[in-house]
């Protein structure tokens, strides 16, 4: 997920408000208004072609899996917990106990948005499985969800009410694999990117794997996770905007520097795990090439079917031209990432 | 009778993921979802004379009998999905065998990457497609895709498309005895003449419908494009040279821009829309084409449900075929292929024409 | 500058009702409404030395030219009404003079009555309309209608419509020296091909605008249809033939069906769609339109914002329409010319080419 | 203004009700709602061409207007009260003293939908002038409209909150007029039709003209208007379909006995004005051809300008194919209704 894309876009005022602003407002704020519109319109272009360029030749399908699939549903899942977290995010907690039985690290889910007075989404929306909380004795087995509302679909997903129903798919999709013998993990995120790799950081809690936790946003105040993190026993760093610990640079030199073998506590982990950014997935390649350990990053791509055959979410991986090249729903969300040999 | 594998797209992945009932055995038994609630309220059926399913009439009701002819092939119920929003991966979704058909997507005659990202968005309007067909030629269909469509118990449509309009019969040659009929997506790009869509030319439609009639004898489908000086003649083009039927239409090309920094979208620029937006302009061209040919009209243009089905049936269609609505609601297709037993049986009559008739009236 | 006189379409009705003001001559000045308001907000012009008003500049920036030229003709702002979307009733609501041109109601040849009832509707879709085009031939429009559009103190471009291609040139030919263009609706039936466009054919629109090419030096406007196999091909063959611009597009041809009664709910059963929607179709028609000709093509279809407008603008349009946005907000089109200016001055650039290069930068 | 066609629709259960009760709710619910549905839509097209036939050949353009009509404005008014009215109506009343200067009895207004939540109408929706209210010293002038809830777009409409702004165009359309010397008139409105008629009960009171008005409707308890004619000093005669006093031919009678001239309280009236039904547009001009007065009948249609230049409009009033007849909303919306000569 490219929280970057999303931050850009949400930074700024909507056509709407400008169209708004034309009309009846003092001219100062008209042009400071459009003004902040282009500088938002040229921070996204800017934000997706370094993401395109940071991804090109990075990331390839990773061999067979050693778990088998589940079998995706679709299911009328209760809405149970619908709030927001700090100001840019919803928490979506969900009723569904085959998908909570049967979901793993990393998957995600197709939500079906339901009509909003008067509009229809036609697309469902992709959404990480941010938390998987099986069934018990007395109640259901949950998914949660942490979205930002950035468009159309999640503007109108955000209206859905506790206690309503939302159809869901999942899960689907490749999520991220823990080798036998994984011993200590150092998980990435940034945004809404966090909920991508916290399924992982569950499933290392479960099987005792020794895991840290990069959570990455604007401001500290924003940061997503903390709480799960605190749960699952991850150790967390902090890089933020605000403070410019997020900065590509100074996060590899102060990552590097905390793996950088002098004790044991600080021997590099044996495998990284992103999602966030596409300049993310880069640097978690950078520091994997660096350490000698194999990293899986999560990817997004516009989705309609999330099931393999619409072919619509191809992955950023350069094939021959009359071949297709990996599809993000299927071979992904996660894939290897590997700095190519040039 | 339901498969319930786990399909992707990449071998690998497949190989990778075998029947998920072995992984997790009791998760359908220990947690129901609506999934197999819905599997379950399938209705019963009963075999008649000419060994076509029909719905266990009630008491005093006439049975229900959907079925319909395209050519040689007969479907049980007039619903089908659209090519491109449809895979075997759904066979373990819904109960593929309500449906009359299934429809692949396109296949080229020779191997295609497909477009650069994005290869698809909703806007306001409805959902644009740029996913420029991807395609692994008829060998590879047939070695991977075919055999995952023909285990799901419903005749498969085969959709054939072409770079000119000599490219389609070696396709539906090559793909000999395999699916039941073939539809000819003839919305692409004519490379011999500047890229005007073959299928907005008659005298292209004539050509490749006549070559195509010479190397099969299984039904021959027309899928037309929107943007057509004459659909009547093109229509007439296709049921001349020998088609069993029309399919119209197929999405209305369309330039999506983004809202913020007015570039366009997709990756190839201009993509397909589709949707319920689409319908008003897709019935108009249903009337017309029903109105200048004997053959079956298939229509295929923002169905989302039983009424918009009705709709086209209304205007003149026999049958329709679910596109968009598929992604949101996977059982969309199968919704509407109960809906219209449902209404006949409501109505207390056996057929589509009857329910038309007794509303009209 | 404005008149307030109330018209109507009625003779009877027009002589009957004269000057409001002797009515309620204090109407105005009592409780300004929001219409005074927004006339009163009209931007400051200055002249420049080619004698078009131009935006007085603020201090340090450059005056903004937003003129355009279609032929001969140069329309101080890119903005217009659609044709059949404005009226000479409109003059006493928006600041007319604001806008780049008027433009007519189609003429035709002879005189036309008009469609039965009901005309026009909206559907989820957008608008659709089947006036049908009453028309009083162009005696009864000189007479009637044309001294009120030439009141308004905007170039008029009138829309000349045709049954057949040679139904075109009589038509200019008799509306003489009035009006500053022509804009030729060849998205008529052509009753010499099975009721296909003429503007669906190239080689139509090539006869209709040689012929009309004959009989005036003004500037001639090719209005085409969205239906067309080609819209590069139908450009092009109104920019050979001696066209000055083309519009790209008239509404798209559907069939609203009634949900309850599923019966046709337009008297004509078929109409034009427009609105909204159809603005990711047309785009896509301005840009290859655009790539095809040297002339300008000027945009029509669902603007309803600047925002609209540019969009049109980035992919080659040099003047947009403003149709069915009018219905709702009648100062639409003066808002679009507005935003125009405004946004130029916000960037502060002096033309939209500078302002689109300071956004795709 | 059709109220018989609203009723029909309104009665049955929208396609999307009908929908969902395919979908779980049990066969017998569904067949009872596909049976009412195929009812409503009989009854609409009965009600559709009952409308067609009563108005085939029975009006037309009014001679010139006695006073000139006032020049059009579009406002953005202050909505200051909307609230429902019994089960099915809901009152609107605005400010815009312009238009509640100028409006005459029986001109309407289009009103511009605001978008609700992601849902944009396209056309303005014409309402009838209910109730004219001219400015004081301490308050505005306002107009009140009510209506029905029958589409999208008044379902749209009816979401604008008391303190928004509409924007309204008007006053438009020729309305009722009396001529000089009229001392009684009898009014007929139907449903919401009912609206269209009240401006000239004002304009009666104005002037001192006895009026009596038929308030037609389902049930006495929907009755529209009530208050209305107690405000003005209008007599009222209620007809409804519960106790069969507003079928057809019980209402002409009923109607023909009351002004039979037995008394001077029973004279016929000096002019007939109606709105609300095709089929009441006849029976007025049966009651005029009768008694020997005029009838002024409004009439609807769809449209989109209102001013007169989109030719939406067209009157039922049959014309030579070259020659376009007269339009609603600027030759109309009332028209002279006459029982056509055979
Ligand atoms: C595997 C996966 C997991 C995701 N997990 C999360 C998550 O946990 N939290 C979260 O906030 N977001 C997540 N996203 C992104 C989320 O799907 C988009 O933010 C959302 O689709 C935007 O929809 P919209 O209608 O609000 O925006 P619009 O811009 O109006 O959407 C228009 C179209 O583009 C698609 N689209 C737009 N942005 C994205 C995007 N970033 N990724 C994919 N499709 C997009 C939409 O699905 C829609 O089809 C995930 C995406 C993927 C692919
Ligand atoms: C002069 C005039 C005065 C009116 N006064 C009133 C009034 O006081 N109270 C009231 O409740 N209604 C009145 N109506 C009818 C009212 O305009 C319609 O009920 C309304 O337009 C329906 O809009 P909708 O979007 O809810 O319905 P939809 O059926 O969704 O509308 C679809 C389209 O058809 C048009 N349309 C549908 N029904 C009508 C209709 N009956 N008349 C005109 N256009 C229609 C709409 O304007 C729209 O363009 C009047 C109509 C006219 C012409
Ligand atoms: C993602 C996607 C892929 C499609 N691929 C094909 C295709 O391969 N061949 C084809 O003939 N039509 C294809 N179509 C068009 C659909 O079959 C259908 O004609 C169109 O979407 C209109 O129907 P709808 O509105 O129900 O979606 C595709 C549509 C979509 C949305
Ligand atoms: C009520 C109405 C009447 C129209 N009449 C004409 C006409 O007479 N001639 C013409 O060329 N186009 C006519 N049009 C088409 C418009 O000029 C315009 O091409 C179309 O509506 C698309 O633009 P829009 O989406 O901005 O409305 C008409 C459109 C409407 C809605
Ligand atoms: S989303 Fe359909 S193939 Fe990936
Ligand atoms: S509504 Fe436009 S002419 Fe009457």
Redesign the pocket.
Known sequence: ???D??LA?EGAPSPGLLRQAQHGVDELDRREAYRQSREAAARARAFAEADAEALDGLVSVRPRQTVPRPQPVWDDAEVLVHEPVGER?RRLVVASSTIAHTALAGQ?LMIT?PPHAGDT?L????????RRRPATADRPGTVE?????????????AAVPVGGTLQITGP??RGFEFDSGTRSALLIGR???I??VMGAAEDARTTGIRTTMVLSGRSAEQLLGRADCAELGVRIIEATDDDGSSDLLTLQNSLRARFDGATPERTAPDVIMVCGAGVLARLAAELGAHWGVPVQA???????C?LGYCHG?AGPVRTDPSVEGPL??AD??VFDARIPVV | MVAVRADTASPDARAASPDARAAFPDARAAFPDARAVFFAAAPAYRTTANALPVEAAMPGTPAVDLSVRIGSLTLRTPVMPASGCFGPELGALIPVTELGATVTKTVFGSARGGNPV?R????PAG?VNSVGIPSHGPAGYLASLHPRYAALDVPTIISVGGHRPSEYAPVVAALGENGAAFELNVSCPNLDRDGTDIGSDPAAIREVVAAVRLVTVKPIIVKLPVLVASIADCARAAEEAGADAVCVANSIPAMPLDALTRRP?LGNVIGGLSGPSIKPIVLRLVWLASRAVQIPVIACGGVQTVDDALDYFSVGASAVQVGTASFARPFAAVEVARGLRQRCQDAGVGSIRELLELEVS
Chains 1, 4 share one sequence.
Not at chain 1, 298 to 304: D, R, T
Not at chain 2, 120 to 123: G, N, P
């Open positions: 997920m490219s929280a894309a999303s876009s995010y995600f948005v989404i697309l469902p929306r992709p959404m990480a499985i941010h969800m942490i979205y930002g509302v950035v468009g159309r679909g999640t503007r109108a997903l689907l999709g945004g809404v990117g909920c991508g999560s990817l997004e791509a516009h989705m309609a999330g979410c993000v729903c992904g969300p | 994005h698809l968005t909703e806007i959902m979208i």
